[in-house]
């Protein structure tokens, strides 16, 4: 089969949201290893103040993991699967845990702006470097931003736009934003991007966008599944994908995406393949850290930091 890309797969994952939790639950030490991830992000042990964007949270795992280890840290949920994300704001958060339906592809580096969110009750939308919808549970988005482009905010307070400094928006809070980046605006002091990375279309593409939503000396840490270029690891993964994962995805009705899911490792970077893909995008001290247990060789957290130097081609 074909990898599934953009909106189809995003579709497969809206699709996949009821029993994605299931699935992952059995997974010996799919959170402990989120977590052990977070903390690779060396941000200490008092994060007062901190702005972390989780850049495709999912369900909320990765978001789960970060407020256990960053407490008191100002966390942005991404995602651009709407029923992923309805599943996630359905748990229980602190107030300084946000969610923003969008596509990674879609936000905007810093200085571009991520374009106004607009307020989803009064339609305002205006002022500087692209602040978008932050709105919490029970609110509409709120926000403002001058950036590029055009940009709009309608519905339910659902905020939509690239920037250009103009929003308009009418509605009830639904606290999420969607669409080009709203809600989402630099700088932050980390980014962490959980199995997210081998699912874009153009990964150097979003490299780039988190490059520029990252504070200078900002950390990156993205869990991936990043084989380590050895045959044994690579067959360990197919003979647990086709042995587990796959026929109790197909149980649940979602074959299509695991199967994609299994195809999107064996097909891209290994571990040094992407740690040199980051660094050309305009990160240093970059690293790639094993997981333990059976995934060992096959998961790791690739931790980076932005450089002064500027972002440059691959």
């Not at 736009?161 to 630099?186: E, L, N, P, R």
């Not at 695991?258 to 393949?273: K, N």
Request: a positive charge; glycine letters at 18%; charged letters at 15%.
């Amino acid at each position: 089969m074909t990898r599934l890309h953009d909106a189809e797969l995003a579709a497969a994952f809206d699709r996949a949201a009821h029993g994605y939790d299931t699935l992952v639950a059995a997974n010996p030490g799919y959170h402990a290893h989120l977590r052990r991830s977070a903390r690779r992000l060396g941000l200490g042990r008092s994060p007062e103040g901190l702005r972390v964007l989780d850049l495709g949270c999912g369900t909320g795992a990765s978001t789960a993991a970060l407020a256990a280890v960053l407490p008191g840290a100002e966390i942005t949920a991404v995602d651009a699967s709407a029923g992923m994300l309805e599943r996630a704001r359905a748990k229980r958060w602190p107030a300084r845990v946000t969610f923003v339906h969008a596509s990674a592809e879609d936000l905007t580096g810093a200085g571009a702006g991520a374009g106004s969110g607009g307020d989803g009750r009064t339609g305002a939308g205006s002022g500087n470097g692209g602040q978008g919808g932050t709105g919490g549970p029970d609110e509409g988005g709120t926000g403002a931003g001058t950036a590029t482009g055009t940009g709009t905010a309608t519905g339910a307070g659902i905020a939509t736009g690239t920037g250009a400094g103009t929003a308009t928006g009418i509605g009830t809070g639904a606290g999420t934003g969607i669409g080009a980046g709203a809600g989402v605006s630099g700088p932050f002091d980390a980014v962490f991007a959980a199995y997210l990375f081998r699912n874009v279309t153009d990964p150097d593409a979003v490299l780039a966008r988190v490059h520029g939503l990252l504070a200078p000396g900002g950390r990156l840490a993205a869990h991936e599944y990043t084989l380590s270029g050895r045959w044994a690891h690579r067959a360990l993964w197919t003979a647990v994908s086709r042995g587990l994962v796959l026929p109790v995805a197909t149980a649940l009705g979602d074959g299509p995406l695991y199967r994609h899911l299994w195809r999107s490792v064996v097909e891209f970077d290994t571990a040094a393949a992407f740690t040199d893909r980051v660094r050309a995008a305009g990160f240093d001290r970059v690293r790639a850290l094993p997981l333990p247990g059976w995934q060992t060789g096959i998961t790791h957290t690739v931790v980076a930091r932005r450089a002064d130097r500027p972002a440059g081609p691959r």
